[in-house]
């Protein structure tokens, strides 16, 4: 029993103060999980990354069923993804439900949340070096995670991207050596609505977006009519605000198709999906640990997982390292690049924790605006 509350606190606090989506929680998670509670091995959850984006679903989830299992079995599982969903779930219901006075264009919230995304950026560059050189090795090594990364930038589907990786690593194994809306009166509809999102959401809550726009954006949208530029403001709060930003959407879309009810329910079926399926595989790989098809699956994805946590940091640094103006115009933010150089060499040389960095460096962003403003 006192495992189960370590872990739903620890994942509960993850998820409650780390900002930035799937990669920023497993992050911190194989942080918080390897150095300090030894409960899995050091950049363990990071080469899982490979493997959370084989299903549908939501990373941070599947993180949280895979480190719950392992340290309690089914029922740890379950513990962790509850404990992970529960801040997403209140926190955005409020957003939710007051999101008519939040002040988005708030410069010191905005330069608070700029410093959360540079540390993310060196955060997630410190993990690609501490991991490098366990997950690429050799010829087939970089030629993997070069072919990869290419892929992911050009826009291809992580997915397809993975399974491709885990082919070429059995084939690898095998060779020869040589050296407003709308109101449902039915809960039900929500539940599925919302298990279909979280069975379609290979890679993450990023996919989704489309989807979300299809679905909830426009005058022709079936479910409900936001406008678009509410919906603009709404994927800037999932990610400025803590947890999964596919679960901070459910919660947000949930509510206003069925309320509060309906908020639960669309966080809890968005998850499901993938949470069940990825329950299975880990079992399936426990009893089959020693076959060469695993061996080369998990030996392929490996270079792949390298190149997924590229592409992210790349995203990130996107967002708060340089921005391209509408007209064309490009400018770098020395500020920015100077909190994510300072988040990489904290992470690669543990001189502190990560979310230790991570607030550190919203601190160090206020003070810049602060001084900007003099």
């Known amino acids: ?13 993850i998820a409650l103060f780390v900002v930035g989506g799937g990669y920023a929680i497993i992050a911190v998670a194989d942080e918080v999980f390897s150095r300090k509670l030894k ?3 050091e950049g363990e959850l990071v080469e899982g990354l490979s493997l959370f984006q084989t299903f549908p679903g939501i990373m941070a989830g599947h993180c949280a069923v895979y480190v719950g299992r392992k340290v309690a079995g089914p ?50 560059a410190g ?8 997950s690429v090795r050799g010829i087939y090594g970089y030629s993997a995670a070069a072919v990869a990364f290419v892929l992911l930038v050009c826009g291809a589907n992580p997915a397809l991207v993975l399974v491709a990786a885990m082919v070429a690593g059995v084939v ?59 919906f603009a403001n709404l994927m800037a709060l999932t990610q400025m605000t803590p947890g999964p930003i596919g679960i901070n959407a459910a919660t947000f879309f949930g509510y206003r198709l069925g309320g509060v009810a309906g908020a639960a329910v669309a966080t809890a079926a ?15 790989l426990e009893r089959f640990s020693g076959s060469r098809v695993v061996k080369g699956v998990l030996a392929g994805v490996k270079p792949a997982t390298m190149a997924l946590m590229l592409s992210a940091a790349l995203s990130f ?16 933010h020395l500020d920015a690049i100077a909190l994510a150089v300072f988040a990489c060499f904290a992470t690669v040389s543990r001189r502190l924790g990560v979310m230790q960095t991570i607030f550190a460096s919203a601190a160090a962003s206020l003070l810049f605006h602060l001084v900007r403003m003099f």
């Not at 095998?174 to 379609?200: C, D, E, Q, W």
């Not at 640094?317 to 770098?332: E, Q, R, T, V, Y």
Request: charged share 10%.
């Open 172 to 230: 690898v194994e095998y060779a020869p050596r040589a050296g407003a809306s709308r109101r449902f009166n039915s809960l039900g509809v929500v539940m599925l609505i919302f298990l279909k999102y979280g069975a379609l959401a290979f890679g993450g809550g990023y996919v989704l977006v489309p989807m979300y726009i299809r679905d909830f954006v426009g005058a022709g949208a079936s479910l409900l009519q936001l406008p678009p530029e509410e």
């Open 1 to 13: 029993m006192k495992t189960l509350a370590r872990l739903f606190f620890e994942m509960f606090r």
């Open 75 to 124: 029922l740890g599982s379950a513990v962790a993804l509850a404990a992970v969903a529960l801040p997403s779930l209140a926190i955005f219901l409020l957003v939710s439900m007051g999101y008519g006075a939040i002040p988005i264009g708030n410069p010191w919230l905005v330069a608070a949340f700029g410093g959360l995304r540079s540390a993310l950026t060196g955060v997630i």
């Open 270 to 284: 968005l998850v499901l999906p993938g949470s069940i399926l990825l329950s299975l595989a880990l079992a399936s």
């Open 39 to 41: 409960w899995t091995r």
């Open 127 to 134: 993990m690609i070096v501490r991991g490098w050189t366990k």
């Open 317 to 332: 640094a996107g967002m708060s390292l340089w921005s391209i103006a509408d007209g064309g115009g490009f400018s770098i």
